[in-house]
């Protein structure tokens, strides 16, 4: 069976950094797309980036490029998501996924979710 | 603001179907394939459907999903309670190089 395995809630300071994890199980990790969405306080979600673990290459959303850094250890079958200098609006769920492309071209679909990670930043 | 555009809720009674679209562009929807995702309040979004059409294992032939042109549809059948959650679409954007969700759409069962 499938599982993606996040690290616990959190709790920052602005201008702080952290490291979110997303341990994966059942599937070879190295092999699919790994992604991560954030999803702000009653808000809809948003699509951060992709990272396919083997070659370490990334795809990152505009929104997110050079605000956010995913990284990936194969030897853990982990995924990594890396908020640094961060702000009050950075608080949100952040879920890591399975990215999958079905009959695409490109993985743009999540076939398996973490709980999510809850990130609260305030002073 | 959304790439692409989703009613923010419907509503429909207990039986009855109800139909939520998400609108796009040649960009994304009209070049791509589409999937949705169902969030039961206070969960993790879950796959429904798959390019344009395709339901993952175990899910229920009531969810039902299809794409024409630059808009998608998510038809979901014999409404029931538990069906009551946020659904959104999602798909590849070839201009931004990188995937996009709509606003999410709300589902009252009343």
């Known amino acids: 069976e499938m599982q993606l395995v996040q690290s616990g809630a959190e709790v920052k300071k602005p201008g702080e950094s952290l490291k979110i994890s997303c341990k994966t199980s059942?599937?070879?990790?190295?092999?699919?797309?790994i992604g991560w969405v954030r999803q702000m306080p009653g808000k809809g979600l948003e699509w951060m980036g992709i990272?396919?673990?083997?070659?370490?290459?990334?795809k990152y959303s505009p929104s997110f490029q050079g605000q956010v850094t995913m990284s990936a250890d194969t030897s853990i079958s982990t995924a990594y998501l890396q908020l640094s200098s961060l702000k009050a609006s950075d608080t949100a769920i952040y879920y890591c996924?399975?990215?999958?492309?079905?009959?695409?071209?490109?993985?743009?679909?999540?076939?398996?979710w973490g709980r999510g990670t809850l990130v609260t930043v305030s002073s | 603001q959304s790439v692409l555009t989703q009613p923010p809720s419907v509503s429909a009674a207990p039986g009855q179907k109800v139909s939520i679209s998400c609108s796009g562009t040649?960009?994304?929807?009209?070049?791509?394939?589409v999937c949705w995702y169902q969030q039961l309040p206070g969960a993790a979004p879950k796959l429904l459907i798959q390019?344009?059409?395709k339901r993952p294992s175990g899910v229920p032939y009531r969810f039902s999903g299809s794409k024409s042109g630059t808009s998608a549809t998510l038809v979901i059948s014999a409404l029931q309670t538990g069906d009551e959650a946020d659904y959104y679409c999602?798909?590849?954007?070839?201009?931004?190089?990188?995937?996009?969700f709509g606003g999410g759409t709300q589902l009252t069962v009343l």
């Open positions: 996924a399975r990215a999958l492309d079905g009959y695409s071209s490109e993985p743009y679909f999540f076939d398996s």
């Open positions: 059942g599937y070879d990790f190295g092999s699919y797309w």
């Open positions: 990272i396919y673990p083997d070659y370490s290459e990334t």
């Open positions: 040649t960009s994304n929807i009209g070049n791509n394939f």
């Open positions: 390019d344009n059409n």
């Open positions: 999602a798909t590849w954007d070839a201009s931004l190089s990188a995937g996009v």
